[in-house]
């Protein structure tokens, strides 16, 4: 069990994944400052404009170019508004993918919680090994809390 500020946050990023309209997977990312104040929010969806169809979501040959993903739309709509990720924590509801990982040291995040890993498809462990050792090479602190 984290933190009473972890488990917090990872609960109120758990809230925000329900937004997310994908019938499949459902992640929510919150991204907070030093003081504990929330810089960002972001859950896995289309991006803005594009039609978020049942029938475009169940096609995953058709949804899977078109998907942001949570951790993306967060340090994305911080950019939009001007509010800078540098020195970070990301709280996540899954262990970020390569492409977020990515996306995330590049952010200046610099710790990353993510929920437990138990309900993680076997086709995307590869990929979050990989991730994770990509974060850690790149100095960021890992932290995996239970939450619920």
Partial sequence: ??????VRFLELANHISSWS???ST???CIIV???REIRSTGFNGFPRGIDDSEERLTDREEKYP???HA???AIMHAARVGVSLKDCTAYVTWPPCT???RSLIQAGIVEVVYAGTGNIPERWMEDFTRSTNMMKEAGIKLRNVEFE
């Fill in 1 to 6: 069990m984290g933190s009473k500020w972890d």
């Fill in 21 to 23: 309209k994908d019938p």
């Fill in 26 to 28: 459902k992640v929510g």
């Fill in 33 to 35: 400052g030093a003081d």
């Fill in 66 to 68: 078109l998907i942001c």
């Fill in 71 to 73: 951790e993306e739309n």
């Fill in 99 to 101: 492409r977020c990982a």
